[in-house]
């Protein structure tokens, strides 16, 4: 996909701290009514203030013991699939790289298809064509994360669900 940078879509304009891979790399991602796609981390984040105030109420209320007054991971994802405040839709993450040349981001084949052949690249083979590219910062190399799988329960076939660029 051909992405403007500057002007992606929602997801596109979103990013991911490396950090935060490891976590992003579930099997579930998370689609809000307004269409977002949010990862675990997301979710959790958007939804522990909300569910703080229902605790809280609850402590008024009833009197939970300290340990009980503590929201994790867990209690978010049961909370999410019990409450069907999201969608759940399962994904599988992957990392790929894709160029940028700060306005547009090419995956490997776009480039080699739509960029390369049009370019003043003399006898250089398109992986050499690439490398002087990025050696000259031309053009950058970014990394990306991935979410595949089902846009909805009908489609017949995986698509890259939502991408985010991975930032360090």
């Known amino acids: ?4 940078v500057s002007s992606g879509g929602a997801d596109n304009a979103l990013t991911i701290a490396r950090s935060r891979l490891a976590t992003a790399m579930g099997l579930f991602v998370y689609r809000a009514d307004d269409g977002r796609i949010l990862t675990d981390n997301e979710a959790f984040d958007e939804l522990t203030p909300e569910m703080e105030e229902g605790l809280a109420l609850a402590v008024e209320r009833e009197g939970l013991s300290p340990e009980s007054q503590v929201i994790d991971g ?3 994802e049961s909370f999410i699939f019990e409450s069907g405040v999201y969608e759940v839709v399962e994904a599988a ?5 894709q160029y940028t040349d700060g306005r547009t981001r090419w995956t490997n084949d776009q480039l080699r298809e739509q960029v390369f052949p049009v370019s003043d690249h003399g006898d250089l083979s398109f992986e050499d064509w690439l490398a002087v590219q990025v050696d000259a910062g031309t053009l950058t190399a970014v990394d990306v994360l991935q979410f595949i799988g089902y846009e909805n329960e009908d489609a017949d076939e995986e698509t890259v669900i939502t991408e985010r660029l991975i930032i360090d």
């Open 1 to 4: 996909m051909v992405t403007d």
């Open 74 to 76: 867990g209690d978010v």
């Open 93 to 97: 993450a992957r990392v790929v790289t």
